[in-house]
């Protein structure tokens, strides 16, 4: 069974940028999209984007969609997750995971979770 695993998370100061990555590992991406999502202490886990692994083509929540970009490596089972302008409350743990069936914003559409990579905004 293929297993996600996210990567690049850290501290960064408000207004810097961070790139995340998720990766498959035990072979190639085995759903036609992939979702990030990210979890914020007391709240629920919050969908971000989703991204064609075949397409690259990108659904984005609106909360994010102006300062956060999703992309695939071609040809690689990697995709990546690129954040601007970082605020104090994009602070979460942020979750990659493969897309199963039903709408794309939501996360009982998914399934085969990463752990997680912390992301921390100072002000």
């Known amino acids: 069974q293929v297993q996600l695993a996210e990567s690049g998370g850290g501290l960064v100061h408000a207004g810097d940028s961070l790139r995340l990555s998720c990766t498959a590992s035990?072979?190639?991406?085995?759903?036609?999209?992939v979702g990030w999502f990210r979890q914020a202490p007391g709240k629920d886990r919050e969908f971000l984007v989703s991204?064609?692994?075949?397409?690259?083509?990108?659904y984005y929540a609106d909360s994010v969609k102006d300062r956060f970009t999703a992309s695939r490596e071609n040809g690689k089972s990697v995709v990546h997750l690129q954040m601007r302008s970082m605020k104090p409350e994009d602070t979460s743990v942020y979750y990659c995971?493969?897309?199963?069936?039903?709408?794309?914003?939501?996360?009982?559409?998914?399934?085969?979770w990463g752990q997680g990579t912390q992301v921390t905004v100072s002000s």
């Open positions: 991204i064609s692994t075949v397409t690259g083509t990108t």
């Open positions: 995971a493969q897309y199963k069936t039903g709408p794309y914003n939501r996360r009982t559409s998914y399934e085969s």
């Open positions: 035990g072979g190639a991406f085995s759903s036609v999209a």
